[in-house]
C-alpha cells in the first residue's frame, strides 16, 4: 500500500483558514486521496476525496499538486467543531481503508 | 436515519469471556467493516464483508470471528477474550458503487469501548 506522511499536529485560530498537509511520494494512477476526521469520542467521518483535480464540497476543499505527489485539505474558516484528528488515505476503489496516526488539529479560540 | 448503530457502547469484560459486538445499518449499504483503535494509533482492519454471507479477514483478524447472516448486520465476536483485546471497536458501512464510481466514502459508528480484565 502506498503511504501517506503527514505533521502529528497543527494549531490554527479560530475563524481562520487552516490548511493541513499530507505527502504520498509513492501514490500510483488508480489511487484517490480520501480524508477523514475524528472528533473526540466519535467515530471517523468522511470528509472529502479526489483523484487528479481540485475538489470542494460543503466541508472542505481538497487541493492536489499536478504531480500528485502531495495534497492539501483546507477548512475556509475553521470553528472550536473542527478540532479534530484528520487522517489522508490512499485508497484505489474499495479497497479497506489503511489509517494512519493522522494530524490532530487543535482550533485556538 | 440512524447511520451505522453499534450496540453495546461500553462492556467490561473478564479474561476468557466471550461476548458479541453488534453493528446495524439502515443504508442498505453492500459493505461492512470492523476496526479496532487502540491509545494513540489509528484504525485497523480486523474483518471486513462485501455481501450478505460474505466475509473476509483484514489486517489484525487473530481472535476474533465474524458473521454477516444479513445484509444490515455485521457481528463481531470474540471467543475467549484476553488483555491484548481491549480497545475501541469500530464498525464502518459503505455502498457498492457503480464503474469507476467505485470509491464510496465509508459511515462509521460510534464505537464500542471493550475493556478486558
Known amino acids: 500500500d502506498a503511504k501517506t506522511t503527514q505533521p502529528n499536529s497543527m494549531e490554527s485560530n479560530e475563524e481562520e483558514p487552516v490548511h493541513l498537509p499530507c505527502n504520498h511520494s509513492t501514490i500510483s494512477g488508480t489511487d484517490y486521496i480520501h480524508w477523514y476526521r475524528q472528533l473526540p469520542s466519535q467515530g471517523p467521518e468522511y470528509v472529502i476525496h479526489g483523484l487528479t483535480s481540485n475538489v470542494n464540497n460543503r466541508m472542505a476543499s481538497l487541493a492536489i499538486a499536478e504531480d500528485r505527489k502531495s495534497s492539501t485539505l483546507i477548512l475556509h474558516r475553521a470553528t472550536l467543531r473542527d478540532a479534530a484528528v484528520y487522517y489522508c488515505i490512499l485508497r484505489r476503489g474499495n479497497e479497506k481503508l489503511t489509517f494512519g496516526t493522522g494530524t490532530r488539529l487543535t482550533i485556538i479560540p | 436515519n440512524a447511520g451505522v448503530t453499534q450496540t453495546p457502547k461500553f462492556r467490561v469484560l473478564k479474561t476468557g469471556q466471550s461476548m458479541t459486538l453488534l453493528c446495524a445499518q439502515d443504508?442498505?449499504?453492500?459493505?461492512m467493516y470492523w476496526y479496532r483503535q487502540d491509545p494513540g494509533m489509528g484504525l485497523r482492519l480486523i474483518h471486513y464483508s462485501v455481501g450478505e454471507g460474505t466475509t473476509a479477514k483484514g489486517e489484525v483478524p487473530d481472535g476474533y470471528n465474524v458473521s454477516r447472516l444479513k445484509k444490515q448486520n455485521f457481528l463481531l465476536g470474540l471467543e475467549s477474550a484476553a488483555p491484548s483485546q481491549t480497545s475501541v471497536y469500530f464498525c464502518?458501512?459503505?455502498?457498492?458503487?457503480?464503474?469507476?464510481?467505485?470509491?464510496?466514502?465509508?459511515?462509521f459508528g460510534d464505537g464500542t469501548r471493550l475493556s478486558i480484565l
Open positions: 443504508m442498505n449499504h453492500e459493505y
Open positions: 464502518a458501512s459503505s455502498p457498492l458503487g457503480q464503474g469507476d464510481h467505485s470509491n464510496q466514502p465509508q459511515h
